[in-house]
């Protein structure tokens, strides 16, 4: 390529008309598969197929059935099966002589390192298994995780599938209000937390605060307190410190075999309305679709390959992708607690070096984020180690791709853009690294065993024109159900186009090579760096500050977050808040939610606009606020709001311009 005396931009512009990437040789060559017949053989016989992925786990007792889906959308996989999910990522690595064998890398936020071996996860799972038993936790007690990025999470989400409870973890960017409402939501019988989390250099007091909120949850019966960063931690009657419990436990704790239904974790998402939706997630079929996938997606060689899921483990990445995929393969991860900005914007680079990372998968977010910051700081480090690239959350802009591609992977590491959710549990449709060539903007084509497709309002195949995806087949780590919501879980997912059609919620496009192209959402959920929020959940916050009489909230495009929000504000009262008040309100949202969920963008709105039946036209509201023409606005109450709002706007924009 004769790419010399251009810029990187020039160079990456110039390859902004090449259509796919062929995987290279040499990777190719070598990948875990590479026989294009297995997408038909997986068409014909799906049960087969899943079937002989579920072999490569250990069970203790074999199913009779591969899939019971008489009584759709209620799925039951590998009926009459048991095995033990900690059992598959701790005991038996251990058993087969890879004791030795690190887990996790783990890296703290000031450059601390700590190398986690199958054998500790051995020897402290077992032992946190027991501590929860002594406290009265058994199998189907719910049990919350409110932890930073630190090994315990592991081992505390571990000895509860050890012993069949289910867990259900809280994401650490999440505020204590929000922990307290999805543990009265689980009704959770003990909480494990910690003293304090670090973040950029600071420590935030988090047994403290959530000791503020969590008083009345009365269904808590323990606490267990990591120390972590050693800031000060009220310690009530609930509450044990977790080395404590685990001093005092017996080490010995065997696998207990599970029902293949057995649910293994509960983990809350957004949705359409301000109530998080609890997505039930269970044994058998989770691990094998995730270590599959794992192992095929990633072109996975356990024993060579490092692999760094950058995501957080609060998130479903980092259940499928942190924790139970890489460690049922018995796989070597990073795990790393801090920023990527922090001490500097080349730490993620300089972790890449440091344990030889063969494999990382993050988000666009964050890549847009390095070529903002330049490629000098991936520039000062050997990336050399690194030989294939995973992106997930959001559809990734063609120019994100290619700058992920050429400056981290140095043109050799083919990428694979991940699509999936909370919900599918493990990824859906992608490219095989070593088999299709990957179009940069599109996430490929469903897994082999997968069935995907794209359709109209009534449910017809669009051909190559955007509609609402769709999944035709169920998977094996689906979804079961929303937790003690089940009229919910059939109304949002199963009812648009039959009982036995997922409905996604995203819009999508399938070109003529069958490959995916995802556009977004359909619903009222917003994904601001890949993080999923509800609109609703954002508005019933706002509405809870008593200046706020009435709030819309909406995704709006933006550049480095893929989404921001902005919210439209109705004082009571009526008038325009001061800069004060919008401090005020994103605080207040902050405190309510997460720092996460602070909108953007807060506009002054005299009032909203409402169709006759008082519903508010949130359509109207993103043509506003991305400065788009404006559409039909004769279905409203009240035409006028508009371009009052409108006026508001462009006074603003004058103001700031
Ligand atoms: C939504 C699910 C799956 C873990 C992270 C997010 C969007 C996710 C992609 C992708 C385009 C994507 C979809 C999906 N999404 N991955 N590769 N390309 N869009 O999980 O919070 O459950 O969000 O994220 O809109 O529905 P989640």
Known sequence: MATEGQTLEQQLGALLDQERFE??????????????????????????????????????????????????????????????????????????????????????????????????????????????????????????????????????????????????????????????????????????????????????????????????????????????????????????????AMEAADPECPAEPLDAEHPLYILYTSGSTAKPKGILHTTGGYLTQVAYTHRVVFDLKPEEDVFWCSADVGWVTGHSYIVYGPLANGATSVMYEGAPDYPDKDIWWEIVERYKVTLFYTAPTAIRACIKWGAEYPERHDLSSLRLLGSVGEPINPKAWLWYWKVIGGERCPVVDTWWQTETGAIMITTLPGMQAPKPGSAGTPLPGIEASVVDDEGEDTGTEQGFLTLRRPWPSMLRTLYKEEDRFIETYWSKFGEDVYTVGDAARRDDDGYFWIIGRIDDVINVSGHRLSTAEVESALVSHERVAEAAVIGQADEDTGQSIAAFVTLSGGGDGSDELVGDLREHVAQRIGKLARPKRIIWADDLPKTRSGKIMRRLLRDIAEGRELGDVTTLRDPDVMSQLNDKIKERQGQEG
């Open 23 to 244: 995987p290279p040789d040499e990777f190719a060559e070598q990948a875990v598969v590479t026989d294009p017949g297995i997408f038909e053989r997986a068409d014909q016989d799906p049960e087969g197929f899943w079937s002989e992925q579920a072999d490569a786990l250990h069970w203790n007792q074999r199913w009779d059935e591969v899939l019971d889906w008489s009584e759709p959308p209620f799925a039951k996989w590998f009926v009459g099966g048991k095995l033990n999910v900690s059992y598959n990522c701790v005991d038996r690595h251990v058993e087969a002589g890879n004791g030795d064998r690190v887990a996790f890398h783990w890296r703290g936020e000031e450059g601390e390192e700590r190398d986690i071996t199958y054998a500790d996860l051995h020897r402290d799972v077992q032992r946190f298994a027991n501590a929860l038993k002594d406290r009265g936790i058994g199998p189907g007690d719910v049990v919350g995780i409110f932890l930073p990025m630190i090994p315990e999470v592991a081992v505390a989400m571990l000895a509860c599938a050890r012993i069949g409870a289910p867990h259900n973890v809280v994401f650490g960017g999440f505020s204590p209000q929000s922990v307290k409402e999805r543990m009265e939501f689980s009704e959770a019988k003990a909480l494990i937390t910690v003293d304090g989390a670090r973040r950029k250099g600071k420590t935030a007091p988090i047994k403290q605060a959530v000791d503020d909120v969590m008083g009345d949850v009365d269904s808590i019966e323990t606490v267990f307190v990591v120390k972590s960063t050693g800031i000060d931690a009220p310690m009530g009657e609930r509450d044990v410190w977790f080395h404590e």
